[in-house]
């Protein structure tokens, strides 16, 4: 309580020797305008605020929606509760020369399908800057003519640009069928190459992936990590059909898959088998 009633007298004494100038109605119309386009211009996200726009100083100047939504094609793919707009330090007094910088969503439901799926990987290509998109306490809604296939749940989702590595960068904890699991996905812009790390410690599964993202049909490379065994193979995806071959030289296999018609074919090529591995596994 002691600590509560310190931070709060602190606050107001700071607020009141600094005198921040509230907006009027119409100055925060324009602000919120100022705000959507900036996000819309820097990272490609169609924001549109419902409600109202609260200015906060703490931790860092912001100013926070409480309802908000995300548009694509017209269309809403997302409701979010809570929403936080992080600005320079520089010109915070200054409303009418505002700069947008890190943007944290809060209880986010997104519903999309396959299409809508290239929000998560425009955010990729998006120009290099110094702030981040973080998403929290979430869950993505996907479906399929209308008809809900799975819930994903979202702990955090965080979108940032790696200065050292020159890439941008997707982190995320996620949750589905109650199987948590962790993705990185990593946009080499110079290079052309789209880096994928999968994990899920309940399944002991890691999927390691590079993608050349430059040629029309795409080609990579997947490493497969299951119950300590590892798997290499090579494939390459286009619009109608995936064709894969193995790595190893001892027990190799390919095959391909037709999309539509859907049609899988797979080839095995074993030196030695043992009855006793394919009874326990």
Not at 17 to 23: A, G, M, W, Y
Not at 244 to 270: L, R
């Given at each position: 309580?002691?600590?509560?009633?310190?931070?709060?007298?602190?606050?107001?004494?700071?607020?009141?020797?600094?005198?921040?100038?509230?907006?009027?109605?119409?100055?925060?119309?324009?602000?919120?305008?100022?705000?959507?386009?900036?996000?819309?211009?820097?990272?490609?996200?169609?924001?549109?605020?419902?409600?109202?726009?609260?200015?906060?100083?703490?931790?860092?100047?912001?100013?926070?929606?409480?309802?908000?939504?995300?548009?694509?094609?017209?269309?809403?793919?997302?409701?979010?509760?809570?929403?936080?707009?992080?600005?320079?330090?520089?010109?915070?007094?200054?409303?009418?020369?505002?700069?947008?910088?890190?943007?944290?969503?809060?209880?986010?439901?997104?519903?999309?399908?396959?299409?809508?799926?290239?929000?998560?990987?425009?955010?990729?290509?998006?120009?290099?800057?110094?702030?981040?998109?973080?998403?929290?306490?979430?869950?993505?809604?996907?479906?399929?003519?209308?008809?809900?296939?799975?819930?994903?749940?979202?702990?955090?989702?965080?979108?940032?640009?790696?200065?050292?590595?020159?890439?941008n960068v997707l982190t995320?904890?996620?949750?589905?069928?109650?199987?948590?699991?962790?993705?990185?996905?990593?946009?080499?812009?110079?290079?052309?190459?789209?880096?994928?790390?999968?994990?899920?410690?309940?399944?002991?599964?890691?999927?390691?992936?590079?993608?050349?993202?430059?040629?029309?049909?795409?080609?990579?490379?997947?490493?497969?990590?299951?119950?300590?065994k590892s798997t290499s193979?090579?494939?390459?995806?286009?619009?109608?059909?995936?064709?894969?071959?193995?790595?190893?030289?001892?027990?190799?296999?390919?095959?391909?898959?037709?999309?539509?018609?859907?049609?899988?074919?797979?080839?095995?090529?074993?030196?030695?088998?043992?009855?006793?591995?394919?009874?326990?596994?």
């Open positions: 309580i002691i600590k509560k009633l310190f931070r709060k007298n602190t606050k107001e004494k700071i607020k009141n020797k600094i005198d921040i100038p509230e907006p009027n109605i119409e100055t925060k119309f324009l602000i919120q305008s100022e705000i959507e386009n900036q996000i819309l211009k820097k990272y490609n996200i169609n924001l549109k605020i419902q409600k109202k726009i609260k200015f906060g100083l703490f931790p860092k100047p912001h100013f926070q929606a409480s309802n908000s939504s995300i548009l694509r094609n017209n269309n809403s793919i997302a409701d979010i509760s809570n929403l936080k707009v992080f600005i320079s330090n520089n010109n915070f007094f200054n409303f009418n020369q505002i700069e947008v910088k890190d943007l944290i969503l809060k209880k986010v439901n997104f519903e999309i399908t396959k299409d809508d799926l290239a929000f998560f990987f425009n955010l990729l290509k998006n120009e290099p800057n110094e702030n981040e998109i973080i998403i929290k306490d979430s869950n993505i809604f996907f479906k399929e003519n209308d008809e809900l296939l799975f819930i994903n749940k979202i702990e955090k989702y965080k979108f940032f640009y790696d200065s050292k590595n020159l890439m995320s904890n996620n949750e589905i069928f109650n199987v948590p699991f962790k993705l990185i996905l990593k946009n080499d812009k110079f290079n052309k190459k789209l880096f994928v790390d999968f994990k899920s410690k309940k399944f002991r599964l890691t999927i390691n992936n590079v993608t050349n993202l430059e040629e029309e049909i795409k080609k990579g490379i997947l490493d497969i990590l299951l119950l300590n193979l090579d494939y390459k995806i286009n619009k109608n059909s995936l064709i894969y071959s193995s790595n190893d030289n001892q027990n190799n296999f390919e095959g391909k898959i037709d999309f539509k018609p859907f049609y899988f074919k797979a080839d095995f090529n074993y030196e030695g088998l043992s009855s006793k591995n394919i009874l326990n596994d």
